[in-house]
Protein backbone atom coordinates (compact mmCIF):
# COMPACT_ATOMS: atom_id res chain seq x y z
CA UNK A 1 0.00 0.00 0.00
CA UNK A 2 1.65 3.44 -1.21
CA UNK A 3 1.34 6.22 1.66
CA UNK A 4 2.33 9.80 1.11
CA UNK A 5 2.47 11.45 4.78
CA UNK A 6 2.61 15.04 4.99
CA UNK A 7 3.25 17.07 8.07
CA UNK A 8 5.14 20.54 9.04
CA UNK A 9 2.21 22.96 8.02
CA UNK A 10 0.39 25.53 10.52
CA UNK A 11 -0.55 29.14 11.34
CA UNK A 12 2.65 31.39 10.53
CA UNK A 13 3.00 35.56 10.47
CA UNK A 14 3.89 36.68 6.98
CA UNK A 15 7.65 37.03 6.84
CA UNK A 16 7.77 33.60 8.95
CA UNK A 17 9.11 30.00 7.45
CA UNK A 18 7.99 26.28 7.92
CA UNK A 19 9.00 23.03 6.50
CA UNK A 20 7.01 20.30 5.07
CA UNK A 21 8.13 17.31 4.91
CA UNK A 22 6.28 14.05 3.02
CA UNK A 23 7.66 10.65 3.80
CA UNK A 24 6.52 7.85 1.36
CA UNK A 25 6.45 4.16 1.82
CA UNK A 26 4.50 1.30 -0.55
CA UNK A 27 7.10 2.24 -3.25
CA UNK A 28 11.03 2.42 -4.45
CA UNK A 29 11.23 5.94 -3.43
CA UNK A 30 14.82 6.49 -4.82
CA UNK A 31 13.06 5.86 -8.28
CA UNK A 32 10.49 8.59 -8.03
CA UNK A 33 9.98 12.05 -8.96
CA UNK A 34 8.36 14.07 -5.88
CA UNK A 35 6.32 17.33 -6.69
CA UNK A 36 4.93 19.67 -4.01
CA UNK A 37 1.95 21.49 -5.11
CA UNK A 38 -1.28 23.88 -3.08
CA UNK A 39 -4.60 24.61 -3.52
CA UNK A 40 -5.68 27.83 -2.26
CA UNK A 41 -9.96 28.01 -1.16
CA UNK A 42 -11.68 28.71 -4.50
CA UNK A 43 -8.90 28.30 -6.55
CA UNK A 44 -7.35 25.14 -9.05
CA UNK A 45 -4.08 23.20 -7.62
CA UNK A 46 -1.28 24.92 -8.30
CA UNK A 47 2.28 23.14 -8.70
CA UNK A 48 4.90 24.74 -6.44
CA UNK A 49 8.41 22.57 -6.57
CA UNK A 50 9.59 19.41 -8.27
CA UNK A 51 12.48 17.50 -7.81
CA UNK A 52 13.97 14.52 -9.68
CA UNK A 53 14.48 11.11 -8.39
CA UNK A 54 18.88 12.50 -7.89
CA UNK A 55 18.10 15.66 -7.43
CA UNK A 56 19.64 16.52 -11.16
CA UNK A 57 16.56 18.39 -12.09
CA UNK A 58 14.86 20.80 -9.79
CA UNK A 59 11.67 23.25 -10.78
CA UNK A 60 9.51 25.97 -8.60
CA UNK A 61 6.60 28.17 -9.99
CA UNK A 62 7.71 31.93 -10.60
CA UNK A 63 5.84 32.90 -7.17
CA UNK A 64 7.93 30.90 -5.21
CA UNK A 65 11.18 30.92 -6.76
CA UNK A 66 13.83 32.10 -4.44
CA UNK A 67 11.90 31.64 -1.30
CA UNK A 68 10.72 27.86 -1.41
CA UNK A 69 13.32 24.92 -1.40
CA UNK A 70 12.79 21.73 -2.47
CA UNK A 71 14.82 18.78 -1.98
CA UNK A 72 14.96 15.24 -0.76
CA UNK A 73 16.81 12.60 0.85
CA UNK A 74 16.55 9.02 -0.23
CA UNK A 75 17.53 7.27 2.65
CA UNK A 76 14.69 8.46 4.58
CA UNK A 77 12.29 8.58 2.03
CA UNK A 78 11.60 11.69 2.43
CA UNK A 79 11.18 15.05 0.23
CA UNK A 80 11.02 18.31 2.30
CA UNK A 81 9.34 22.09 1.05
CA UNK A 82 11.40 24.61 3.06
CA UNK A 83 9.36 28.04 2.87
CA UNK A 84 11.03 31.46 3.65
CA UNK A 85 9.65 34.73 3.07
CA UNK A 86 5.54 33.43 3.52
CA UNK A 87 3.64 36.17 2.39
CA UNK A 88 -0.40 35.82 2.72
CA UNK A 89 -1.25 34.63 -0.67
CA UNK A 90 1.13 31.56 0.27
CA UNK A 91 -1.97 30.12 2.17
CA UNK A 92 -3.18 27.02 0.82
CA UNK A 93 -3.34 23.49 1.19
CA UNK A 94 0.16 22.20 0.52
CA UNK A 95 0.14 18.38 -1.01
CA UNK A 96 2.75 16.62 -2.11
CA UNK A 97 3.28 13.71 -5.08
CA UNK A 98 4.76 10.98 -6.32
CA UNK A 99 5.08 10.16 -9.90
CA UNK A 100 7.68 7.93 -12.37
CA UNK A 101 7.92 10.34 -15.33
CA UNK A 102 10.60 12.82 -14.90
CA UNK A 103 9.98 15.85 -12.95
CA UNK A 104 7.36 17.95 -14.41
CA UNK A 105 4.86 20.71 -13.22
CA UNK A 106 2.00 18.55 -14.74
CA UNK A 107 -0.14 17.45 -12.11
CA UNK A 108 -1.23 14.58 -13.98
CA UNK A 109 2.00 12.69 -14.36
CA UNK A 110 1.88 12.08 -10.63
CA UNK A 111 0.50 8.78 -9.53
CA UNK A 112 0.28 9.09 -5.98
CA UNK A 113 -0.70 11.83 -3.38
CA UNK A 114 -0.34 12.48 0.03
CA UNK A 115 -3.16 13.82 2.32
CA UNK A 116 -2.33 17.94 2.08
CA UNK A 117 -1.37 19.90 4.98
CA UNK A 118 -3.18 23.19 5.27
CA UNK A 119 -0.27 26.01 5.61
CA UNK A 120 -2.52 29.78 6.75
CA UNK A 121 -0.10 32.87 6.52
CA UNK A 122 -1.55 36.19 8.17
CA UNK A 123 -0.61 39.39 7.07
Known amino acids: QVQLVVSGGGLVQAGASLRLSCVVS????????MGWFRQAPGKEREFVAA????????YYSDSVKGRFTISRDNAKNMVSLQMNSLKPEDTAVYYC????????????????WGQGTQVTVSS
Open 26 to 33: GRTFSSDA
Open 51 to 58: ISRGSWNI
Open 97 to 112: AAGRSTATMRSGNYDY
